[in-house]
């Protein structure tokens, strides 16, 4: 007997929706697309006529008020993602918020409570998590191949010189926008992920287009761990003039492991692939990365290491599936619980930046 199935709703038509989310709703087998909030539909931009079988609305409102919904998923600017997060669970309704999760950890605590009250649960969409070199890189940490970690940087550098004009660039930190929200959320869980809280942070930000706006389009946060633990540097930076850009460098003490290139998963998705197709999250061999291990006592030996083999980021909304049809809290894949801690580490490196010291937690 087939298993039951949950209707979702999705909030927001743009690039998230389109490309991150619905897809994966449609090939997740216990979910089906039920509706779709657009405001504002435009003739060569329309959901109706993309998914003519999928209920539209025109506000939020109206998608919280039916009843045959059972999961929102919220992919708007990331000042709406409060308002929008609580009004879904308290009308009932599971959500996956798209990152960043809310713009205060203060928030993010608040549907914590909210979503344990109504037993209704929250996925926040930190899909890097599943990028294949991020889980190769763990795996590595895992099984001590490289000894004990000593020094971890995860970078997301480009050259991109001119601003772009959506909430990555026009809305202010204050409200979770810019860099620090948009790549640091990413970088900064993925530390989280491998290390936990760090014991203090510094944070550096910077204007590196020089195009005379307040809010800043690059950052340096460092991470320091007490007992022995690494020291982890995120970085983004905006000016980067390079034919491959470096994403991971770890260090480890009997070891070192570097990689080059972004995980190809989003560039497949916006090309109309998707996971279970042929090929869908794995990177050429010449984008492998160089692995460096100690031969014996001092002789270091190089070798490449290809990416393990892809889970994909339809592992998110697979993993969410079963923890609503019984898992609970305890089997969501990324914790609204684990998304405060993180914007917790923002925090701090926003604070670090603003007063020029390291700030503990």
Known sequence: MAGKTYNVGVIGYGMSAKVFHIPLVLITPQFTLHSIVQRTPKPNDDASKDHPSTKIYHSAPEMFADPSIDIIVITTTPDTHFSFTKSALEAGKHAIVEKPFVPTSGEAQQL???S??????????????????????????????????????THFDRYKAIRPETWKGTLGMDQAGGVIYDLGTHLIDQAYVLFGMPASVTGVFANQRNDGQAEPDSFTVMLQYSNGGPLVT??????????????????????S???????????QLKAGLKPGDQGFGIESDDRAGSLVVLDGETKPKGSTLKNVTPLTYASLYAGFAKAIEGGGESAVPVKASEARDVLRIIEAAKESAKSGRSVAL
Do not use: P
């Open 257 to 267: 492991f570097k990689k080059f290139h972004l995980d190809v998963q989003e560039d």
């Open 234 to 255: 995120a970085k983004a930076g905006v000016m980067c003039v390079e034919t491959e850009q470096l994403r991971y460098w770890v260090r480890g003490s009997k070891g």
């Open 116 to 153: 344990a009250k109504t037993g209704k649960l929250i996925c926040v969409y930190q899909n890097r998590r599943w990028d294949t070199d991020f889980l190769t890189v763990k795996k590595l940490l895992d099984e001590g191949t490289i000894g004990r970690c000593v020094e971890f940087e």
């Open 112 to 114: 914590v409570d909210i």
